[in-house]
């Protein structure tokens, strides 16, 4: 059975919550823009990484040597 929750423990909650957002700012400008930019060079590897693991897969498994 869970224990009960007290009073002080309720406060001591909100005052770490109430800490915690006066610590946190607003990005700026540029450190939005290198995020953005950090998040479409990993989405531009992996569809990098996906499309050479199709094309192997295709030479090596659907590959026919052409008939004369």
């Known amino acids: 059975m869970l224990g009960r929750i007290t009073l002080v423990e309720l406060k001591k909650v909100r005052s770490d919550f109430t800490r915690m957002i006066r610590l946190t700012k607003k990005p700026s400008r540029k450190e939005v823009w290198l995020s953005?930019?950090?998040s479409?060079?990993?989405m531009v590897a992996?569809?990098?990484i996906?499309?050479?693991i199709k094309l192997i897969f295709t030479?090596?498994?659907g590959f026919t040597p052409p008939t004369a």
């Open 36 to 38: 953005i930019r950090i």
């Open 59 to 61: 030479l090596v498994v």
């Open 40 to 42: 479409i060079l990993g």
């Open 50 to 52: 996906a499309f050479i």
């Open 46 to 48: 992996i569809g990098l």
